[in-house]
């Protein structure tokens, strides 16, 4: 009773808790937070005492450059959680930032968005850690349904809509028709591995230690996802393996394109595989208008034309592809009567 | 001449469509319709239904923005310029999603602000209707008390002793009271046998009026001379004194105030019920008094007190305060007032 009470004074809030990054939508305002999903924590000499140093932007400036005493964790790996405790204190700290009024401690309604393979386990402690964050109702709603919302496809007719997202952790593929699911697949396979691919060729290639912040810094600047795409340099810098010096070296397109190949297709394989189960008559409807794209992926160099060409299919970038989820779950929290029952299940 | 076309020159570029656009992108790419319906994984039609502008017979506006994107980037338009003029055409808000805000929406602010409202209101009503019902229930807590310690007192004879004692304050007075109370009472025709006969629950007002009378023949015996059959009591005046102020109204009514009288002055800090008599049981003050008001009486002393809240109450006996804290029990107060007055 008294949660319902303060509930009128808090603003519901939908979540896009990803692997790399965090948005959260808050109802009647829109997107209000967008930051790395990472965590620094101090821990004091003994180890006995653990602090949270930094949440966010700053807690990502600090990855791969921090003491022994503080660790840059990125609580969420694959979609999913991996460390319950620090996802929790992340986002308490995120939804205390987006909550204006703090005397009244509000709860809110929170919708969160998780990856349509995730295990029932894996989606109890999600929810678990929203309710511990200060929830008073926590909804969950499948990504590629969030996109889909998101991109105002028409979700509730009885037309087949194909969307596509690759995140952080994972790439979604979804098929969907009258408000539901027809067909979804998770694939373990996104932007992290793309940015581990890269580390890995630059190590075999030339000899270089690079980290995860210079691998994404490379992929955002000149990675194709199309072989005939024009063709880009970056120079970086990272740790000779063999003198254990630091050293330049100039990478290209090309290259980038060879080292990302194997996971790119991987995504290419995962949406033939979703065709091939999908009933003829959606089949139809897709091979008409197409996939939509969303997730940091999309915004990768050429994607469309690589997908085009692989898939047969006209592809459609979504708006803002970054913000596709999180305006989605926005969109599922406002019109969650109207949508009907668009949220997932454990 | 040369200034105004070269203004209506300008003024139709600014309103050429998106679809205008692309056919003029791709004639100059050299590509044909089929070409780009290849490249694009689209149909001719569509091809068609975009360089014509028939924005409906596409799938929808995420479609229809996703193709005209795909469109612009493979014939080298700017995808800027035809989003603009596409925007012109098209109604750009999208259902249900509204834009990023940095500050908080007014209508939002409103609702909180009428709900918050709202709450504080039932609140305030919620507390003045506990305040109105807890004096209610002090008022009829007083009544109920005096009500039960009455009842108590003219039910149980040993009850009665007790709370007499400590009422006998002025023997000589109450003596004399006694004594014209009960000379020539049409109660002197009963006897301990008509007593004994009595319904049960007349029974103890019958014993105590036998016992009253038995009493009052004794004083007589004393006092006229002639004595009687009935066996003498040992019992004190007092009591009778009293027996016959519990009775109230049976006894005969004596003014209240007197030669020698005394000021009782109530101050009610709080609502309370009070029942004040004096040293003949004579009711002085019988009544709930609600808070903020200052009762004065005059009468004769010892008074016998009864406070149903106690706590909200002082007294100047006097014109002297007069602390009665140390009799409190809960939240009424019974004492007795000028006990040691001449």
Known sequence: MLKRILGLFSNDLAIDLGTANTLIYVRDKGIILNEPSVVAIHTSVGGGNKTVLAVGHEAKRMLGRTPG?????????????????????????????????RFLRPSPRIIICVPCGSTQVERRAIRESAVSAGAREVYLIEEPMAVAIGANLPVGEPTGSMVLDIGGGTTEVGILSLGGMVYSTSLRTAGDTFDEAIINFVRRHHGILIGEATAERVKKAIASAWVKSENREIEIKGRDIAEGMSRAVKLNSTEIYEAISDPLDAIVQSIKKALEQTPPELSADIGDKGIVVAGGGALMRDMDRRLMEDTGLPVVLADDPLTCVARGCGRALEEMDTLGDVFAHE | MNAESTVSVTSNEDVRSPGEMLAQGRQRSGRTKEEVAVQLNLSVDQIQALEENRFGDLPGKTYVQGYLKAYARLVGCEEKEIFRNFNLQEDTSIRGIKPVMTGPESGGRHKK????????ALGVLSFMWWQSREQADVGSRGADLIQRDMGSISQDPDQNEVWTETRILDPATMQSTNASETIGEPESSLTPQDVERAQPEDELRARIEAEELSLTREQN?????????????????GTLVDDAAFRGGEAPSTPAQTSNGRTV?????????????????????YEHINQGRQVSVEGKPPFSVFLGNADGVRIEYDGKPFDF???????????????DAP
């Open chain 1, 69 to 101: 005493n503080i660790q840059a964790i990125r609580p969420m790996k694959d979609g999913v959680i991996a460390d319950f405790t620090v996802t929790e204190v992340m986002l308490k700290y995120f939804i205390r930032k987006v909550q204006e009024n």
């Open chain 2, 265 to 285: 002055t109530f101050e009610f800090d709080a609502s309370s019920w009070v029942d004040l008599r004096d040293a003949d049981g004579q009711r002085l003050l």
């Open chain 2, 113 to 120: 602000v009428w709900s918050l409202l709202v709450i504080v």
């Open chain 2, 325 to 339: 804290s140390a009799y409190v029990n809960g939240v009424y107060a019974r004492f007795s007032l000028g006990s």
């Open chain 2, 221 to 237: 015996a004393e006092t006229a001379g002639p004595a009687t059959d009935i066996p003498q009591s040992e019992s004190s005046p």
